[in-house]
Structures are given as structure tokens and as C-alpha cells.
């Protein structure tokens, strides 16, 4: 039996007990007839009446709360999905590719649905495995510089053209870790990743998302 039963009961016989005591400061002549003098029963026949409807409110009571995670549950269903919905585990990885190899010259591509396996710990028997969610090509470079301009004077210093509605911009410094030029590089996109232990990736990834109005490179 469900121990939160008795709580419940307790609290309604306590309830009813007060509600009996202000019924017979109310309605003196009616309470005496049932026996009740403040929150005293003296006829044992509705004392035992009140304990029975005590119980079966508590009962109510009880199923009411445990209705409340399946409310709730189709209530999220309606509004957020996807918020129910099973989330398997996850992370990122950093692939740190073999600069001596020629194939990153033209993308190294690390297909889709690519396997990993974590190491196992001491007095661990299971390897967690993981695989890639998405198609990665790796290129022969690295972010050398990253900076914030929070001026038009330092966005057109930057070389942003006059015209341009922007009024704060990021500049990152791209180099190519083998010493070639990057022009010789046929890279149509690439992909850059925010660090979320900056402590300031979400206002970032806001303002990329929500405020962008162009890009440049040169």
C-alpha cells in the first residue's frame, strides 16, 4: 500500500474535524443532535462516519497526485514534444587529423555514422560506443586569432566597407598548419565549433544566429 495514503487521510479527518468545529459554533442545535462539540465527536456511530469519509477522500486525494506526472506529461506532449521524447547519450570530439598526410590538402572527409569507442578504465569490462552524427571534412587549418570589434571605426579598420549596416563583428585569423597558401585550398565551406566553457558561447551563438547581417573574407 501506498504510504502517502495515511498522510492523506490524516490531513481530510483533520480538515473535517475543523470544518465539524466551526459547523457547531455555526449551527449549535444541529451539532448536538450529531454529537459533535467542537472538534470532539462524542457519538461513536459519526465519528466512525467521518473516518470512513476521511478515508475514501483520501483516496481521491491520492489518485489526484498521482495524476499529476501524466498531466503534465500530455501537457508537455502538446506544447514541447520533443522535450519527452528519448535523448541517447551524446558528445563532442575533437579529431585532431595526421599533417603530414596529403589526402587534408584536398578535405579529409570522415563520413557520417563513423565509429568510436571510449577506453576502458581500470575494473571497466564495457566500451561505450559511439558513432559520428554528421559528415566532417577536415582541413589543413587552424584559428590563429579570434577578436571581437565592438565599433564601426574598428569594423572598417578591419576592412568592412563603409556601407555596411553592421555595427560590431567578429575577425578570425585562418593559417594553414602545413605553411602553404590558403588560396590553394578548394574549400567551398567550413565548419567552426563554439566552446561551450568559454562561458559565452550561447551570446554568441545568439548573435550568429539572431543578428548576422553579412560575412567577409579576404
Known amino acids: 500500500m501506498d504510504t502517502r495514503l495515511l498522510r492523506h487521510y490524516e490531513n481530510e479527518l483533520a480538515y473535517m474535524r475543523d470544518m465539524g468545529a466551526e459547523f457547531a459554533e455555526a449551527y449549535p442545535k444541529i451539532a448536538s443532535r450529531l454529537g459533535m462539540e467542537g472538534v470532539e465527536v462524542l457519538d461513536p456511530y459519526v465519528e466512525r462516519l467521518l473516518e470512513g469519509v476521511a478515508f475514501l477522500s483520501a483516496r481521491v486525494q491520492l489518485e489526484l ?81 579570434a577578436e571581437y570589434i565592438d565599433s564601426r571605426g574598428g569594423l572598417v579598420a578591419a576592412g568592412v566597407g563603409a556601407n555596411t549596416p553592421a555595427r560590431a563583428g567578429i575577425r578570425l585569423r585562418l593559417k594553414r598548419v602545413d605553411g602553404d597558401d590558403i588560396a590553394e585550398l578548394k574549400m567551398d565551406e567550413l565548419t567552426l565549433y563554439l566552446d561551450r566553457q568559454s562561458g559565452r558561447s550561447w551570446q554568441l551563438h545568439e548573435l550568429l544566429c539572431t543578428q548576422t547581417v553579412g560575412l567577409a573574407g579576404r
Open 65 to 145: 497526485q498521482m495524476q499529476f506526472p501524466v498531466f503534465t506529461s500530455h501537457l508537455l506532449e502538446i506544447v514541447y514534444p520533443h522535450y519527452l521524447a528519448p535523448t541517447p547519450s551524446m558528445m563532442i570530439a575533437q579529431f585532431m587529423p595526421d599533417l603530414s598526410n596529403a589526402g587534408l590538402k584536398t578535405g579529409y572527409v570522415l563520413p557520417r555514422h563513423s565509429t568510436l569507442r571510449s577506453r576502458l578504465l581500470e575494473g571497466e569490462q564495457t566500451a561505450c560506443e559511439f558513432r559520428t552524427a554528421h559528415e566532417i571534412t577536415m582541413w589543413p587549418l587552424e584559428i590563429s586569432e
